[in-house]
């Protein structure tokens, strides 16, 4: 069974404060793993994909690598809008396989 | 180019009641999937439409039934509500079946069952 265990539940930065965001995965063969964004009350905004170990894609302040067990979201200097709960999934190769989510981690930046 | 709209955004039902939600689906896409998101939860998988057909369906008892219209817009049912039901149901639309973990979001329908 494909599972997704994010890390940590919250986090509290300062504004211009660096983190990381962590998302370790099982999957039976990889298709992919997505990064989402979610404001509260609204549905997720799709951010990034990764497809294979030591990929990595950038966004404004958002960077994503992923290895063969985790995947990271690194937040650089962020701003208090980048406030939200960041949501990790994936998609494995089998058949009809839907989207498995992460509970999220929820990120507070304070200013 | 619209966006994926869904409707009601909230509503209230009693236990045992039935429900249906509705999604519109963003231009151009022809798939649409529906999660359940419980509050402080990921979304969870319920079903997929892809040109009007179910294409794949999480674990999620068969009270919860859908539709696809030829116009890719899709309906939510659930009947026999448990007060386990509330959540937020999401629906979410891509192009070309499974294969495509980019998916567009609506806003979502908040339920929640008294």
């Known amino acids: 069974e494909d599972q997704v265990t994010q890390s940590p539940e919250a986090l509290r930065l300062q504004e211009g404060e660096s983190s990381s965001l962590n998302c370790s995965y099982t999957v039976s063969g990889l298709r992919g793993l997505f990064w989402y964004r979610q404001d509260p009350g609204k549905g997720p905004e799709f951010l990034f994909t990764?497809?294979?170990a030591g990929e990595e894609k950038e966004k404004e302040r958002l960077k994503a690598t992923l290895t063969k067990k985790e995947s990271f979201l690194h937040i650089t200097a962020p701003k208090p809008e980048d406030s939200a709960t960041y949501l990790c999934?994936?998609?494995?190769?089998?058949?009809?396989?839907?989207?498995?989510f992460g509970k999220g981690t929820r990120l507070s930046v304070i200013a | 180019e619209t966006g994926v709209t869904q409707s009601p955004t909230h509503l209230i039902k009693t236990r045992g009641q039935q429900v249906t939600l509705r999604c519109s689906s963003q231009s151009g896409h022809n798939t649409v999937s529906w999660y359940q998101q419980a509050l402080g939860q990921g979304p969870q998988f319920i079903f997929q439409?892809?040109?009007?057909?179910?294409?794949g369906r999480g674990n999620f008892p068969p009270r919860f039934s859908g539709l696809q219209f030829p116009n890719y817009s899709s309906e939510l049912n659930v009947n026999a509500l448990e007060l386990d039901d509330s959540a937020l149901y999401l629906c979410a639309s891509s192009f070309g079946g499974v294969g495509t973990g980019e998916l567009f979001f609506g806003e979502g329908s908040r339920l929640t069952v008294l």
């Open positions: 990764l497809y294979s």
């Open positions: 439409y892809y040109r009007e057909e179910e294409n």
């Open positions: 999934a994936v998609q494995g190769r089998s058949g009809n396989t839907p989207l498995v």
